[in-house]
């Protein structure tokens, strides 16, 4: 079993809907990230965080501790928003990952 | 900012080739690490450096050697390259080995037929 579950895998949205998208992770951890990859390929670091809540710009990632669990919102969702969203956290030395949720955004 | 840099961005080889990915950052970080991505899973640990002069394996090392060339670079070489191997291999940098944020480069999309 992954020690990192997102949902869901994939997600279809219209322009302009909220989006919130799950991490569950089974191991103590330092920090989550979230990340975004583009088609194409390349991964960006969105968020960073280790307890409450943190908003940039149209998105905001939160995290529960103690139900292991953190969720990424995206408000008024924009085409341009589609891409792999990827949570991973932060375990011992090393980071673990999630499988990914692709995110399309419709016009 | 050049950030993470990683070549060659595509490659084909035949079975039993060998090649080297390239990987440099000039974040003066001091852990680099080396990822495969494959279809529906997370990405896999290959080998890290946690800093310079030094190499651990990760979760999937099999096939793989790394070298850390200096505090800059660290390279992941395909001795043998088999079909297992095709993969997305990402390279990635943080300051250290804990709770510090990933800085990722382009990838490297390998098939190996």
């Known amino acids: 079993k992954n020690e990192v579950e997102q949902s869901p895998q994939n997600l279809t949205a219209q322009e302009g809907e909220f989006i919130t998208i799950n991490c569950s992770y089974s191991v103590g951890i330092s920090a989550l990230h979230w990340l975004q990859q583009h088609p194409g390929g390349g991964i960006v670091s969105l968020f960073m965080?280790?307890?409450g809540k943190k908003k940039h710009g149209r998105l905001i990632a939160t995290i529960n501790i103690q139900e292991k669990h953190s969720s990424l919102h995206i408000t008024a969702s924009h085409p341009r928003d589609s891409a792999v969203y990827i949570c991973a956290v932060h375990y011992n030395n090393d980071m673990r990952f999630g499988a990914g949720t692709r995110l399309t955004v419709k016009p | 900012n050049a950030g993470v840099t990683q070549t060659p961005k595509f490659q084909v080889l035949k079975t039993g080739q060998s090649m080297t990915l390239q990987c440099a950052q000039d974040m003066n970080h001091n852990s680099m690490y080396w990822y495969r991505q494959d279809p529906g899973m997370g990405l896999r640990l290959i080998y890290y450096?946690?800093?310079?002069?030094?190499?651990d394996k990760g979760e999937v090392p099999n096939g793989y050697n790394v070298s850390r060339l200096n505090k800059r670079e660290f390279s992941l070489r395909l001795e043998s390259a088999a079909p297992s191997q095709t993969s997305v291999y990402f390279c990635a940098s943080r300051i250290g080995v804990r709770s510090a944020e990933a800085f990722f480069g382009q990838g490297t999309r390998l098939t190996v037929v």
């Open positions: 965080l280790s307890s």
């Open positions: 450096s946690a800093s310079e002069g030094t190499t």
